[in-house]
Protein backbone atom coordinates (compact mmCIF):
# COMPACT_ATOMS: atom_id res chain seq x y z
CA UNK A 1 0.00 0.00 0.00
CA UNK A 2 1.39 3.44 -0.83
CA UNK A 3 1.70 6.66 1.53
CA UNK A 4 -0.81 8.19 -0.32
CA UNK A 5 -3.38 5.46 0.07
CA UNK A 6 -2.33 5.19 4.26
CA UNK A 7 -2.90 8.55 4.52
CA UNK A 8 -6.44 8.46 2.78
CA UNK A 9 -7.39 5.78 5.26
CA UNK A 10 -5.86 7.57 8.28
CA UNK A 11 -7.83 10.67 7.05
CA UNK A 12 -11.02 8.76 6.39
CA UNK A 13 -11.54 6.52 10.08
CA UNK A 14 -10.47 9.76 11.42
CA UNK A 15 -13.83 11.67 10.13
CA UNK A 16 -15.83 8.19 10.58
CA UNK A 17 -15.01 6.74 13.95
CA UNK A 18 -16.00 10.25 16.34
CA UNK A 19 -19.49 9.86 14.12
CA UNK A 20 -20.12 5.96 15.12
CA UNK A 21 -19.12 7.00 18.38
CA UNK A 22 -21.86 9.70 18.57
CA UNK A 23 -24.54 6.93 17.44
CA UNK A 24 -23.55 4.60 20.20
CA UNK A 25 -23.74 7.30 22.57
CA UNK A 26 -27.32 8.91 21.54
CA UNK A 27 -30.16 8.56 23.80
CA UNK A 28 -33.15 9.90 24.96
CA UNK A 29 -31.60 11.07 28.35
CA UNK A 30 -29.76 13.85 26.63
CA UNK A 31 -32.29 15.36 25.12
CA UNK A 32 -34.48 15.25 28.53
CA UNK A 33 -37.47 17.41 28.90
CA UNK A 34 -37.99 18.65 31.76
CA UNK A 35 -41.59 20.52 31.84
CA UNK A 36 -44.24 18.02 31.22
CA UNK A 37 -48.05 18.86 30.28
CA UNK A 38 -50.57 17.15 32.96
CA UNK A 39 -53.84 19.57 31.86
CA UNK A 40 -56.36 18.40 29.60
CA UNK A 41 -55.33 18.32 25.64
CA UNK A 42 -56.25 20.86 23.76
CA UNK A 43 -58.24 20.37 20.29
CA UNK A 44 -55.90 20.21 17.70
CA UNK A 45 -56.52 23.59 15.79
CA UNK A 46 -56.41 22.28 12.01
CA UNK A 47 -55.77 25.68 10.43
CA UNK A 48 -52.52 25.98 11.72
CA UNK A 49 -51.23 24.42 9.05
CA UNK A 50 -52.28 24.12 5.51
CA UNK A 51 -52.15 19.71 4.88
CA UNK A 52 -53.74 19.43 8.87
CA UNK A 53 -57.47 19.10 7.92
CA UNK A 54 -56.25 16.36 5.26
CA UNK A 55 -55.49 14.07 8.60
CA UNK A 56 -57.94 15.77 10.78
CA UNK A 57 -59.32 11.84 11.67
CA UNK A 58 -56.30 10.77 12.92
CA UNK A 59 -54.99 14.09 14.52
CA UNK A 60 -58.19 14.86 16.82
CA UNK A 61 -58.26 11.08 17.91
CA UNK A 62 -54.81 10.73 18.96
CA UNK A 63 -54.53 14.02 20.13
CA UNK A 64 -56.67 13.40 23.17
CA UNK A 65 -54.67 10.62 24.40
CA UNK A 66 -52.59 13.56 25.44
CA UNK A 67 -49.11 14.30 24.84
CA UNK A 68 -46.45 11.31 24.27
CA UNK A 69 -43.33 13.32 23.58
CA UNK A 70 -40.95 16.16 24.19
CA UNK A 71 -43.31 16.86 27.51
CA UNK A 72 -46.29 18.75 25.94
CA UNK A 73 -46.42 17.15 22.22
CA UNK A 74 -48.40 14.39 20.64
CA UNK A 75 -46.69 12.43 17.90
CA UNK A 76 -49.53 11.48 15.55
CA UNK A 77 -48.80 8.14 13.53
CA UNK A 78 -50.92 8.79 10.29
CA UNK A 79 -51.27 5.34 8.54
CA UNK A 80 -49.96 4.98 4.88
CA UNK A 81 -49.39 1.37 4.42
CA UNK A 82 -47.49 -1.40 5.22
CA UNK A 83 -44.83 -0.98 7.26
CA UNK A 84 -45.38 2.79 6.67
CA UNK A 85 -46.65 6.05 8.97
CA UNK A 86 -46.26 9.99 8.28
CA UNK A 87 -46.10 11.59 11.44
CA UNK A 88 -47.30 14.70 12.77
CA UNK A 89 -47.11 16.50 15.71
CA UNK A 90 -49.72 18.77 17.92
CA UNK A 91 -48.89 20.65 20.90
CA UNK A 92 -51.01 19.42 23.69
CA UNK A 93 -51.14 23.20 25.33
CA UNK A 94 -51.94 24.98 22.41
CA UNK A 95 -53.70 22.60 19.60
CA UNK A 96 -51.11 23.96 16.96
CA UNK A 97 -50.56 20.94 14.65
CA UNK A 98 -47.02 20.61 13.07
CA UNK A 99 -46.19 18.45 9.86
CA UNK A 100 -42.91 18.25 9.98
CA UNK A 101 -40.65 18.16 6.96
CA UNK A 102 -37.90 15.76 7.69
CA UNK A 103 -38.82 13.07 8.74
CA UNK A 104 -42.47 13.35 6.99
CA UNK A 105 -42.75 9.32 5.88
CA UNK A 106 -41.26 6.99 7.60
CA UNK A 107 -40.78 3.38 6.14
CA UNK A 108 -39.80 -0.01 7.25
CA UNK A 109 -40.84 -2.67 5.31
CA UNK A 110 -37.71 -5.05 4.04
CA UNK A 111 -35.84 -4.00 7.88
CA UNK A 112 -35.50 -7.15 9.47
CA UNK A 113 -34.19 -5.70 13.06
CA UNK A 114 -36.84 -5.71 16.25
CA UNK A 115 -36.79 -2.44 16.10
CA UNK A 116 -38.55 -0.33 13.92
CA UNK A 117 -40.64 2.58 12.77
CA UNK A 118 -40.57 5.81 15.19
CA UNK A 119 -39.30 5.49 18.62
CA UNK A 120 -39.92 8.51 20.79
CA UNK A 121 -40.55 9.33 24.87
CA UNK A 122 -42.37 11.93 26.86
CA UNK A 123 -39.69 12.71 28.51
CA UNK A 124 -37.23 13.32 25.84
CA UNK A 125 -37.11 15.70 22.47
CA UNK A 126 -35.61 12.76 21.07
CA UNK A 127 -37.07 11.15 18.23
CA UNK A 128 -35.44 8.05 16.58
CA UNK A 129 -36.52 6.29 13.27
CA UNK A 130 -35.45 2.83 12.48
CA UNK A 131 -35.70 1.74 8.88
CA UNK A 132 -36.16 4.27 5.64
CA UNK A 133 -37.37 8.42 6.04
CA UNK A 134 -38.86 10.25 3.58
CA UNK A 135 -38.12 7.70 0.91
CA UNK A 136 -37.99 3.92 -0.04
CA UNK A 137 -35.14 4.78 -2.25
CA UNK A 138 -32.83 5.89 0.42
CA UNK A 139 -30.55 3.82 2.49
CA UNK A 140 -31.94 1.63 5.76
CA UNK A 141 -30.76 3.02 9.13
CA UNK A 142 -31.23 4.86 12.06
CA UNK A 143 -32.38 8.43 12.49
CA UNK A 144 -31.91 10.34 15.31
CA UNK A 145 -33.96 13.53 15.20
CA UNK A 146 -34.29 16.43 18.10
CA UNK A 147 -37.72 18.44 17.88
CA UNK A 148 -37.12 22.10 18.05
CA UNK A 149 -40.40 23.20 18.92
CA UNK A 150 -42.00 23.57 15.47
CA UNK A 151 -39.79 20.55 13.73
CA UNK A 152 -37.08 18.19 13.89
CA UNK A 153 -33.05 18.67 13.02
CA UNK A 154 -31.21 15.39 11.74
CA UNK A 155 -28.92 14.69 14.23
CA UNK A 156 -27.22 11.55 13.00
CA UNK A 157 -27.55 8.88 10.60
CA UNK A 158 -26.46 5.46 10.99
CA UNK A 159 -26.70 3.45 7.74
CA UNK A 160 -27.42 -0.24 8.47
CA UNK A 161 -28.55 -3.24 6.34
CA UNK A 162 -31.82 -4.75 6.08
CA UNK A 163 -30.84 -7.60 8.23
CA UNK A 164 -32.55 -11.30 7.30
CA UNK A 165 -36.14 -12.18 7.67
CA UNK A 166 -36.68 -14.82 10.44
CA UNK A 167 -36.44 -18.83 8.98
Not at 66 to 89: D, K, L, M, Q, W
Not at 94 to 120: A, K, M, Q, S
Request: charged content about 25%; overall charge positive.
Amino acid sequence: MNSNMKKAIITILMVLLPLWAVAANIDFDQYKEKNIFKGKPAKPNLTTHKEARRYRTAIREQAKEGPNFAGRFTIIEIGCGTSCVSIAVVNAETGEVYLPRNPNLITWGGWWHDLYGPEFKLNSRLLIVYGQVNSDDVPYGISYYEWQGKDFKLIHFEQQDRGKPPE
